[in-house]
């Protein structure tokens, strides 16, 4: 190893202790809400027309979660659960599929939610090419804290989430492998 070799091992180095959270992958670590969240999977969205969203599954020793970026008129994240699709109600289902669409308000946990997007796009697991075609239905609160999110993935197979915006300072201590 010459002289030039150690300058570029340093420069390597330090590239990877100035991360953004947009650059985290699988096998990173990252704190949030005083948890330390290890980085399962990247997933890519792409909505049609350019639009694109990135999806990372954050897990610790009693929760899992998933940090979502899309670009609108601007950068935004989201952090959400994976709830029960079950636990909005059989209505829903039957409405969908008699619709074609969610109703255009659901009740979740004491709390309203209204439709605010719906979307049809392609699921890339891993960020590859091999994909899965989805509708998506995004709802919010009145105070636009509180998301719920329904995904239809066939005829018959549907997931919900619930969630809220976040901001990007709010994860620090990102460690890679």
């Not at 890519?44 to 998933?66: N, P, V």
């Not at 609108?72 to 994976?82: C, G, N």
């Not at 699921?123 to 009145?142: A, Q, R, V």
Request: charged letters at 35%.
């Amino acid at each position: 190893m010459g002289w030039k070799d150690l300058f570029r091992k340093k420069e390597q180095e330090e590239n990877l202790t100035d991360l953004d959270l947009s650059q985290i992958k699988p096998g990173y670590f990252v704190d949030y809400d005083l948890k330390s969240w290890e980085v399962k999977a990247y997933n890519k969205y792409d909505w049609g027309a350019g639009e694109t969203s990135d999806e990372w599954h954050l897990a610790c020793a009693d929760d899992a979660i998933f940090l979502e970026r899309e670009f609108d008129d601007e950068e935004t994240w989201i952090m959400t659960r994976k709830i029960p699709f079950n636990k909005l109600g059989a209505f829903v289902r039957e409405h969908i599929k008699e619709y074609e669409d969610p109703p255009e308000e659901i009740s979740y946990d004491n709390r309203k939610y209204y439709l605010e997007d719906s979307a049809g796009g392609y699921f890339h697991p891993d960020g590859k090419s091999t994909s899965y075609e989805l509708l998506s239905w995004t709802f919010e609160d009145d105070s636009g804290d509180h998301l719920l999110g329904i995904e239809q993935w066939g005829e018959d197979d549907f997931s919900a989430w619930i969630g809220s915006p976040v901001e990007a300072y709010q994860f620090t201590n990102i460690l890679p492998v």
